[in-house]
């Protein structure tokens, strides 16, 4: 086969793959107390922006999802939370269940690398926090 | 069909046989060397391309950079539009007394917070 013909052939065939990829969505559950400092791995990314505007001294990782995007009601449980999400990243309905409660539902339009973040969800210690963030696959 | 014996088939291919003379060995062989070097074996010729071969690279080129162009692109893109993430609608369900949207503008971020969310029981 010719040389020509056989790299062109490569390209377009990794260029169409690349059209079809859908992406991940992570979801991740947060604990924020007002205990002394604790351990942020796993959340370094959203630490920051929770710690400038939420009056919580400490945000640790609980519980971590993924699932891939578009997403058709896919259900992951996190820390006794159901979350069922609907839909592609710039329209992704979100469902927080928890026990046979539904707590809240929202649309999002998640950017990539940009977290949405659902908090205020009742803790023991404090206040949950879910975090998600759209990220290529 | 009568059957013939065997006697009567060797004498009917004896007469049908014609004698062919032996030749001798240095005589076959001139006589091959001869014909064999009047008949070339030519392979049959692939037609050549339309497009002559300067032409053909420079289509690949021109593949490879629009491929490389393309990804370099889609590699260096921080996201969709770079538009910020947003929260377009939202139902609360749970007993509460609030709900905040807070927008991060430095990393296009959105907080969605629900004020004393009501911890068993109650619903909205």
Redesign the interface.
């Known amino acids: 086969m010719?040389?020509?013909l056989v790299?062109?052939a490569i390209?377009?065939c990794?260029?169409a793959s690349?059209c079809h990829a859908g992406s991940v969505l992570s979801i991740r559950l947060i604990e924020a107390t007002n205990e002394a400092r604790g351990n942020a791995k796993g959340i370094e990314d959203?630490v920051g922006?929770?710690g400038?505007?939420?009056a919580f001294r400490n945000y640790k990782l609980v519980a971590s999802s993924s699932l891939r995007l578009p997403a058709k009601n896919a259900t992951t449980v996190l820390g006794g939370y159901k979350v069922k999400c609907s839909g592609q990243?710039?329209?992704l309905a979100i469902t927080v269940v928890q026990g046979k409660?539904?707590?809240?539902?929202?649309?999002?339009?998640?950017?990539?690398?940009?977290?949405?973040?659902?908090?205020?969800?009742?803790s023991k210690k404090g206040k949950r926090?879910l975090v998600f963030m759209e990220s290529a696959k | 069909m009568k059957k013939r014996s065997d006697n009567e088939i060797d004498a009917a291919l004896k007469a049908q046989r014609t004698d062919t003379p032996i030749r001798e060995k240095e005589e076959f062989w001139s006589d091959f060397s001869a014909r064999a070097s009047l008949r070339t074996r030519e392979l049959p010729r692939t037609p050549p391309l339309p497009f002559p071969t300067i032409l053909?690279?420079a289509?690949?080129a021109a593949?490879?950079i629009i491929?490389i162009g393309?990804?370099g692109v889609?590699m260096i893109q921080?996201?969709?539009?770079?538009?910020?993430?947003?929260?377009?609608?939202?139902?609360?369900?749970?007993t509460?007394s609030a709900v905040m949207i807070?927008d991060?503008e430095p990393?296009?971020?959105?907080?969605?917070?629900?004020?004393?969310?009501?911890?068993n029981g109650g619903?909205a």
Do not use: N, Y
Not at chain 2, 108 to 117: K, P, T
């Open positions: 010719k040389a020509h790299l062109p390209l377009i990794l260029a690349q959203v922006i929770l400038k505007s939420l990243a710039k329209g409660r539904q707590l809240l539902k929202t649309k999002v339009v998640l950017r990539r690398k940009k977290p949405v973040m659902l908090g205020g969800l009742p926090i | 053909r690279w289509a690949t593949c490879v491929a393309w990804f889609r921080p996201g969709a539009g770079g538009d910020p993430s947003r929260i377009e609608s939202v139902e609360v369900m749970a509460h807070i991060d990393t296009e971020s959105v907080i969605l917070w629900v004020v004393d969310m009501e911890e619903g």
